[in-house]
């Protein structure tokens, strides 16, 4: 079995390096989501992931996600799920076989796009199974998995995760935090040497 790495050794590791807001495109309207599809179409495989407005009070229920990402390891695009063309574009994308949609702690997302865009994800990967499949006893978690294939650091920022992702206009800050956890999951995938075809996908 190998070890997750814990805290402290990953507060000794020097910093992943993030996607800047240069390759970053905040996707909000009808053209901007045409414009996502076409660059990202073609790609074998996607990081991804989603955000939802926290909930404080006890038995709210959350309406999210709000904003998805996917990413390649170029480039991300943050869409901003209120706006309906966004959304059909989301779920146009999200459906589509052959491509891998990898990340970490996914089955809260899935089952969150199901309700909200009305459509099961294909080709989800999660990332923390093949880990456990290649002796990692824990769920990697994408520090821990950046530590480990890199020998890096993620950092995230604890102030952006709480945000209010249903704000219609993001800050520079929650577009570098949404679009890099998608960007990390991305370059985790391809370190591990996945196939995008294979087999195991749950969607």
């Known amino acids: ?56 009070r006890v038995g709210e229920a959350s309406d999210g996600p709000h904003i998805l990402q996917l990413s390649t390891p170029e480039r991300a695009w943050v869409f901003q799920l209120h706006d309906p063309a966004c959304r059909s574009v989301a779920a146009e994308l999200l459906q589509m076989k052959g491509i891998a949609k990898a990340g970490f702690g996914l089955r809260d997302d899935r089952k969150r796009i199901i309700e909200k865009l009305g459509v099961a994800p294909a080709g989800i990967l999660e990332l923390n199974t093949v880990f456990r499949e290649r002796g990692y006893r824990k769920d990697m978690g994408v520090k821990g998995a950046v530590a480990v294939m890199f020998q890096q650091r993620f950092i995230k920022s604890k102030k952006a995760a709480t945000s209010n992702w249903a704000n219609p206009r993001l800050t520079e800050a929650q577009l570098v935090y949404a679009a890099n956890d998608a960007y990390a999951a991305i370059r985790v995938f391809d370190a591990l040497g996945l196939d995008p075809g294979m087999t195991g996908f749950s969607g």
């Open 1 to 56: 079995m190998h070890h997750t790495p814990d805290k402290d050794t990953i507060a000794l590791l020097p910093p992943f390096a993030r996607l800047g807001l240069d390759r970053i495109a905040l996707v909000s309207t009808k053209a901007g989501a045409d414009a996502a599809y076409a660059a990202l179409a073609p790609a074998s495989a996607w990081g991804f992931d989603t955000e939802s407005k926290p909930t404080f």
